[in-house]
């Protein structure tokens, strides 16, 4: 049985890190608010850290899952880089960027650490059913090693390429949602106001090439519902999308349609804050067109 570290237990990474401490014993977790950390521990088998530095020392295999690659900076420089041991494996579950996770692989190279980027899809009830698809970049002979480790909390586990490349999909995959979100509530709040019912609009799409993830399950069971629950931010929708047009830029791809969701997520996430839903940035297109769609 490898040891593992499990640090940032957030909205997707507590059920990931419970899921692992259901599979694995003596797993050590990490909080920065300790709290969160503390509780987890105290409904099974894992051990809460104190510090990043004691949450890594003895693992053979640490996972990560903050908001973005710089927060993963933040950590490695404020005291975990040094504690990681020879022959660690960093595995790097946030929805980062690709440029990010390219410099950390070579920084933790230099000290026999090797790193793969795995960014989770399928949201928060994937994560406590175990069934999250893991795109992950790296060394596929490192990926082999960890893939029980991942199968904790990962039904679907791809190996996409070189480093970067599970945080490049990712990207790719949450702009395209955002494109999802935005032309689904522009096109309803139009059909509301041409006088059709949104359930109707919906149902009809669905049997229809329109249709899409949002269309299919976003809208009916959180938009007509107005329930929007809160289980992915909007602020962290807003990152994948910029992420996703600042690769294709890179790379010389003319994006205007990933250029534009990036935008209106920008715009969303100013206007709704920092705790908003992602579906919530529906309510910047009925603001603006003054409509709620139900
Ligand atoms: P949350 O905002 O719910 O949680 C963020 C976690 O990171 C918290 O544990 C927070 O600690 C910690 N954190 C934030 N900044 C720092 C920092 N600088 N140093 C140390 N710890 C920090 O995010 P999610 O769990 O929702 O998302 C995590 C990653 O997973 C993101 O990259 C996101 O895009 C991705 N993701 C999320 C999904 C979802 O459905 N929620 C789905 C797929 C991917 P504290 O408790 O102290 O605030």
Same mark, same amino acid.
């Given at each position: 049985m490898p040891t593992i570290a499990f640090l940032g237990l957030g909205a997707i990474g507590r059920p990931m890190a419970r899921r692992l401490a259901e599979r694995f014993p003596g797993v050590v977790v990490w909080n920065r608010t300790a709290a969160v950390a503390t509780e987890l521990a105290g409904t099974g088998t894992a051990r809460a850290a104190a510090s990043t530095a004691e949450a890594v020392r003895d693992a053979e295999i640490v996972i990560t899952c903050f908001p973005t690659s710089q927060d993963v900076v933040q950590v490695l420089d404020a005291g975990m880089e040094h504690a990681l041991r020879p022959g660690a494996v960093l595995v790097d579950c946030?929805? =980062? /960027?690709p440029a990010t996770s390219r410099l950390i692989a070579a920084r933790l190279a230099a000290r026999d650490v090797a790193f793969i980027d795995a960014p989770v899809s399928g949201g928060t009830s994937a994560a406590e059913g175990g069934t999250l698809t893991v795109m992950c970049g790296g060394n596929e002979a490192v990926l082999d090693r960890v893939r029980d480790v991942l199968a904790a909390f990962g039904s679907k586990i791809v190996h996409? =390429? /070189? %480093? =970067?490349a599970g945080h490049a999909l990712k990207a790719v995959n949450n702009a395209l949602l955002a494109v999802h979100i935005v032309s689904t509530a522009e096109g309803l709040a139009t059909l509301v106001k041409a006088g059709v019912r949104a359930d109707v609009a919906l149902d009809v799409i669905n049997a229809s090439s329109g249709r899409s993830n949002a269309s299919m399950n976003l809208f009916p069971e959180r938009v007509l519902t107005r329930a $929007?629950? &809160?289980? $992915? &931010?909007l602020a962290l929708l807003d990152k994948d999308a910029r992420v996703a047009a600042g690769v294709a830029h890179e790379h010389d791809v003319p994006a205007p349609m990933l250029q534009l969701a990036a935008d209106l997520m920008t715009s969303a996430h100013r206007e709704l804050g +920092? +705790?908003? /839903?992602? %579906? +919530?940035?529906v309510k910047l297109v009925e603001r603006r067109a003054n409509v709620e769609i139900r």
């Open positions: 946030t929805s =980062g /960027d996409c =390429g /070189d %480093v =970067g $929007f629950p &809160r289980t $992915f &931010r +920092e +705790e908003a /839903d992602h %579906v +919530e940035a």
